[in-house]
T-cell receptor, first 113, second 116 residues
């Protein structure tokens, strides 16, 4: 079902370190997953996506891992930079719902200089 | 490509008035658009799915008479918040799916609504 967060968990990392942001999704029928980055006062920005027939996908400095057994998704950011500071949301969708997106509760990433 | 705009970017209105928010796909056609609402420090909540030329599909708990959606063309969907009240103050975000596309949604920059 829909996820509503009462507060945002925060991950604080040192600039240059790797970041790992986790997400638990709810629907075992979900077959498409996306990570978004949202800066304050702006709309979500697409980072990377993965389909359920894959367990890993890599982009530029980012990697998404999918574990369908435990319904878990993670986003790894390599060599985290100050510009990576934002709120990160995972979203799940599935074909029978016409691929409408259900967003997770989000994680705030703070990068310390 | 795949740019989505929203207008206005922010609006302040008096309680009881109606406010219209536009969502446009600038460089592609979008048969389907989506409207989300986001309260401070919370996630995006899907309000409704807007389909060109047909009635919108509302999520459970969203009042269709309160949030009127019109998707009259392949590049424009509008959300009208009728008789707005302070509790309607929120960040409203739209997204658009390219006609013929399957999953990918492109998001607009959002509209901040403050009802006094």
């Amino acid at each position: 079902g829909e996820s509503v967060g009462l507060h945002l968990p925060t991950l604080s990392v040192q600039e240059g370190d790797n970041s790992i942001i986790n997400c638990a999704y709810s629907n075992s029928a979900s077959d498409y997953f996306i990570w978004y980055k949202q800066e304050s006062g702006k709309g979500p920005q697409f980072i990377i996506d993965i389909r359920s027939n894959m367990d890993k996908r890599q982009g530029q400095r980012v990697t998404v891992l999918l574990n369908k057994t435990v319904k878990h998704l993670s986003l790894q950011i390599a060599a985290t930079q100050p510009g990576d500071s934002a709120v990160y949301f995972c979203a799940e969708s599935w074909m029978d719902s016409s691929y409408k997106l259900i967003f997770g509760s989000g994680t705030r990433l703070l990068v310390r200089p | 490509g795949a740019v989505v705009s929203q207008h206005p970017s922010w609006v302040i209105c008096k309680s009881g008035t109606s406010v219209k928010i536009e969502c446009r796909s600038l460089d592609f056609q979008a048969t389907t658009m989506f409207w989300y609402r986001q309260f401070p420090k919370q996630s995006l909540m899907l309000m409704a799915t807007s389909n060109e030329g047909s009635k919108a599909t509302y999520e459970q708990g969203v009042e269709k008479d309160k949030f009127l959606i019109n998707h009259a063309s392949l590049t424009l969907s509008t959300l009208t918040v009728t008789s707005a009240h302070p509790e309607d103050s929120s960040f409203y975000i739209c997204s658009a799916r390219r006609t013929g596309g399957l999953e990918t949604q492109y998001f607009g920059p959002g509209t901040r609504l403050l009802v006094l």
